[in-house]
């Protein structure tokens, strides 16, 4: 079985970032003394009719001593073997399941050998994938909206395994602002909290059991997950 090395957020986010989104702005780039090494579109993907976007959202992690850049599309999800970013190619897409023209959010975020997708838009649920197979292949070996069919954002706590879910929708209705689930099999997330009061989670970090959360219009809220249930510890809603 290969090992999942670690996740390199700055030198993967840095050089996704470079290598896929950066298209113009050169003077930019030298006055923080960086250098385009990478540029990959495809305008075969069909935009989405909102602001005409292709590409939303990236993450990075490290396979075996390779590193990989994970990107949304309004058609699926694609991996770029980015170890050396000036031959960087894609080698995995996952086509998603509605209508792109729609679609607007995806997001991705690494559990071991594991990466994890939601979209805001495109009902698939949660996806896991085993990366354990890059560069040849990434299997989907999770589909399921059982638990949610649509989510803005997602966030792991590596260290006390709980995945956070923002602005989770069910299949048939219903709406939470944020959801947590253990991530003890991290192919069978369990339920654990649901975060009400606020009507909106946009984004959402944790460190040490305390999520910081981007509510939107509501502010920011800092909640304590470390007992039984959600304790709100603060918030700042002026600013």
Sequence with gaps: MK??????TRNI???????LFLQSGLKAQDSLHMQLVYHWTDTTIIPEVFYGSRFNEIWGMAVDGREYAVMGST???HVFDVTNPTSASQVVFHAGLGNPQFIIHRDFKTYGQYLYEVSDEDNIGLRI???QHLPDSMPMVYSSDTL???????????????????NVRLVGGGFFPMTVYSLANPLDPQFEYSLTGIGHAHDVYVRNDTAYVNAGGDGLWVVDYSGTSPQILNTLTSY
């Design 3 to 8: 090992k999942i090395v670690q996740f390199y």
């Design 148 to 166: 949610f069919s649509t989510s803005h954002n997602i966030f792991i706590d590596e260290n006390q395994g709980r995945l956070y879910v923002c």
């Design 129 to 131: 994938y085993d990366m």
């Design 75 to 77: 058609e699926g999800l």
């Design 13 to 19: 986010v840095l050089t996704g970032l470079i290598a």
